[in-house]
């Protein structure tokens, strides 16, 4: 009995009061859902990009509501930029606790007809991008000895191939994959926690656009195909990523890491 009346109450294990996150790519979509769920929790959210205006605006929008949010620009495929974005979240706001690698691109281009630099712009924005982001947030929790969580966004595109024309794509998710299990065993003697989230199916600007640069009729056919294999029967929103990834920030999940979360209304067991 004594054992239960010492367990932290309910309603402290989705608090984030005082805690400082960084999103990268959280100006829109998937990281825009994920910058506003962990200010609702608490948490002063650096949202970084390279899209200024959007940048602004989301991190307005959310101060509008009464949130504790700051844009700052920063190219995530640049060394010097996340070392110079890192450094002043921490000189600003005196340390990281929470980093969650969301930017990302997809372009889809059949791997025949891929460059060579086309193919390195993915894994530089996919996967070189958030190990330098990790790298140095890491250095920081580790030297403040308070621990620290790390969040990547996969895909299930990471497990198993959605479309042909995503090589580049699939390929730099899988890596993040693998980053994400290697720096969990690596950061986990300092009590870092790094876990990925790996959504499918969801309804963002991005997705719209890329079955819009279709015909009509094949974008309709393939979302209706895409579809067909939800257990769940729907699309997704990027809220309901938002909260599988509010879970792994929040002391709900402090004894996970090196797993993955898979948001895909049951896409992948069909």
């Given amino acids: 009995m004594s054992e239960i009346n010492d367990l932290p109450p309910?309603?402290?294990?989705?608090?984030?009061?005082?805690?400082?996150?960084?999103?990268?790519?959280?100006?829109?979509?998937?990281?825009?859902?994920?910058?506003?769920?962990?200010?609702?929790?608490?948490?002063?959210?650096?949202?970084?990009?390279?899209?200024?205006?959007?940048?602004?605006?989301?991190?307005?929008?959310?101060?509008?509501?009464?949130?504790?949010?700051?844009?700052?620009h920063c190219d995530i495929t640049d060394e010097k930029s996340v070392n110079q974005t890192v450094d002043r979240v921490v000189r600003e706001k005196g340390c990281i606790d929470i980093l969650v690698n969301n930017a990302g691109i997809f372009p889809r281009k059949l791997a025949t007809e891929t460059t060579g630099d086309e193919f390195d712009r993915v894994q530089a924005v996919n996967l070189k991008g958030a190990f330098m982001c990790s790298r140095e947030a890491a250095k920081h929790m580790i030297a403040r000895r308070a621990g620290g969580c790390i969040i990547n966004i996969v895909s299930i595109d990471a497990l198993h191939p959605s479309y042909t024309g995503m090589a580049a794509y699939d390929s730099s998710k899988a890596g993040l994959l693998m980053l994400t299990k290697s720096l969990a065993r690596e950061f986990g003697p300092h009590d870092i926690r790094v876990n990925a989230v790996a959504p499918g199916g969801i309804m963002t600007a991005g997705l719209t656009k890329t079955v819009q640069a279709q015909s009509i009729q094949e974008g309709k056919n393939q979302l209706k195909a895409f579809m067909a294999r939800m257990a769940l029967g729907r699309m997704g929103e990027p809220d309901e990523v938002a909260r599988a990834v509010l879970f792994l920030a929040s002391p709900m999940a402090s004894y996970i890491t090196g797993s993955t979360v898979i948001v895909d209304g049951g896409y992948l067991i069909s």
Avoid: F
């Fill in 10 to 72: 309910i309603d402290s294990l989705l608090k984030l009061t005082d805690k400082i996150a960084i999103v990268t790519g959280g100006t829109a979509g998937i990281g825009y859902a994920i910058s506003h769920r962990l200010a609702q929790t608490g948490a002063m959210v650096i949202i970084i990009d390279i899209d200024d205006v959007q940048g602004k605006q989301a991190s307005e929008s959310m101060n509008r509501e009464g949130l504790q949010t700051l844009y700052i």
